[in-house]
């Protein structure tokens, strides 16, 4: 099998730069933020805060999926911070990848509403967090290579038990 891609997955405000970034810094692992793959029509749409639809994610999940198989090819492992809110766009990145696994942060509204307020992101605007909740379809225990976590906790003790689920899965290198 080639080489794992771990996708830290969740709304705006969960943690998924953050806690990707720490995971793949401690695991020696590159790292992308999905941020990284939208055009520049929809971040300016973001930007505008306006919400994206499936047709503008489409070509954002193809370039996301692009990326995950060259660290394939090179059988680089890799942690990606993506939203992948919907189910279909998780088994999208998922088909015919067995390596790619989720972690999916699982965070209180209240607490996101609090760390989008005391951050400031280039242009996901806080206003945004209600669609993204709408959108959001929940992982549960029914989807493959899926990994759920509460992620109220800090930074380190939130890495520490997503390595100790990743390890608990197989998922190293």
Known sequence: ?????????????????????????????????????????????????????????????????HWIDARSREDAPAVLACSALKLRYREFLREHRPQVWFIYLRVPRRELQRRLQARHHPFMPASLLTDQLQTLEEPDSREPRTIMLDAVADVGTTVETALGALRAQGVSR
């Open 1 to 65: 099998m080639s080489a794992p891609v771990v996708v830290v997955m969740g709304v705006s405000g969960s943690g998924k730069t953050t806690i990707g970034r720490a995971l793949a810094e401690h695991l020696g692992w590159c790292f992308r933020d999905g941020d990284e793959f939208h055009s520049p029509t929809n971040v300016e749409k973001m930007r505008a805060g306006e919400s994206l639809d499936d047709a503008d994610r489409a070509p954002w999940l193809a370039a996301i999926a």
